[in-house]
């Protein structure tokens, strides 16, 4: 196992990593909206917060040496499924191929709105 760490995505607020490589598969620690320099949640809604875990995840898979195009697995965390189709809006953007998903509603660290953790497979393999 090789851990993921990259000072452009947010630091982990517990004893975990922000990924890990096992084999040919990187598997993200959950991403909730936090600005990597303030270490704050960002303001605006689902949208923006959306926004914000979406490049969060793009700067932990590519430290890892992978892309959201490789992402086969996401698990999505919302405080309030009336965000569903905010969020979904978002998400679809980043994950145009589609990987399988699974969405529920949960109370989240620091009171974010969204948390979002993926598997993927690294880019050499595909």
Known sequence: MKIVKTSNAPAA????AQAVIVGNLVYTSGQ?????????????GIAKQTEQVMANL????????????????????????????????VYA???????????V??????GALVEVEVIAELKDVI
Request: hydrophobic share 40%; charged share 20%.
């Open 13 to 16: 607020i517990g004893p975990y």
């Open 32 to 44: 909730i909206p936090l600005c990597p320099k303030t270490m704050e949640l960002v303001d605006g």
């Open 58 to 89: 793009e700067t932990v898979l590519a430290a890892a040496g992978s892309s959201p195009t490789n992402v086969v697995k996401a698990t999505c965390f919302l405080s309030d499924l009336a965000n569903f189709d905010a969020f979904n809006a």
């Open 93 to 103: 953007k980043t994950f145009t191929q589609k990987p399988a998903r699974s969405c």
């Open 105 to 110: 509603e949960a109370k989240l660290p620091k």
